[in-house]
């Protein structure tokens, strides 16, 4: 039996998961990379809404209160 070579180099990817349908059918590959892809989106993703949020926020003003005198002054 000879050793076939793998054009992709499988041992050296790590890990993959394959997802297969009924009829064993190969639908797609999810490598290393995807999930590198899939993190660095929702980082950045949290980072936008967070970044969104914050300057959607109407500037905190408090209410203008008159100074008060007091009701009996005594010099």
Sequence with gaps: ???????LNVGKRGWAINIYDGDRRL???????HGWAFATGIVLGGLLVLGWTVSDRPPST???VP????????D
């Design 62 to 64: 408090s209410p203008f």
């Design 1 to 7: 039996m000879s050793n076939v070579k793998s054009p």
């Design 67 to 74: 100074p008060q005198t007091a009701p009996l002054s005594v």
């Design 27 to 33: 639908l797609c590959t999810l490598d290393p990379s």
